[in-house]
């Protein structure tokens, strides 16, 4: 009898960890997104898509240390809740512009923002992006939308 309580809780832990959304399930016209640190790198979850501890890299881990860095007491303890859309959206912060397609994910542009010190930075997203969008979006708009601490 044990032995199979053991299993079905079993079955129930493994059933709760596989994502129960495929790629492009979601149909917002706005996303939310937490952003924190992990193992010194900038990280997201969407356990929906499968998404665990994504890592960004390449120019937007340079984003989150920059608004961590203004908005924060603690960088090295902030999370980062951000909005995000490819279409413009009220409150709307960080505007960047698709560049070009590149090793698999895709280059961007800051083209404007209220951020200074992050204008005209380029940065490259993953593939995972297109788990929220069916291509790569010619824009992306942005908002942080709260910085808090771990």
Sequence with gaps: MLKEWTEQIRSIITSNREPKLGARDYQNSIYTMRVYQHESSWVFDHYGLG????????????????????RSSQPDQACIDILFSDGQFPGWEILAEHVAPSMGGDDYQIIATEYDTLDTHEFWLCPALLKYFAHAPSKIFMKVTNVSIK
């Design 51 to 70: 998404l665990i501890k994504e890592p960004f890299v390449a120019g937007a881990d340079e984003i989150f240390d920059e608004i961590a860095r203004l």
